[in-house]
């Protein structure tokens, strides 16, 4: 169960946000281009304050652990338990 709402969650992230470039216009003309990119996914969920020092779980080889499902919310689950958070 674990493993199927993380990917439903990456599912949506890819299909509504993903390469798609949000255009924001702040109160003093200020422009902002907005991308969403799938090595940036990993980040979003924050995981790089779960997986501290350890660059496997960020960027592309985080987004590829989440496809593989060797990233799942029970396993974040367990190594947040092991580490005594």
């Known amino acids: 169960m674990g493993s199927y709402i993380l990917k439903s969650i990456l599912k949506n992230y ?39 020092n350890d660059n496997r779980y960020l960027g592309i080889s985080g987004y590829q652990l989440i496809v593989n499902e060797e990233i799942t919310i029970k396993s974040m689950k367990n190594h947040n338990d092991a580490i005594g958070n």
């Open 14 to 52: 890819e299909q509504e946000l993903c390469d798609k470039v949000f255009k924001y216009e702040l109160n003093n003309k200020f422009l902002i281009d907005l991308v969403f990119l799938k090595e940036n996914f990993c980040h979003l969920l924050g995981l790089q304050h779960l997986y501290k």
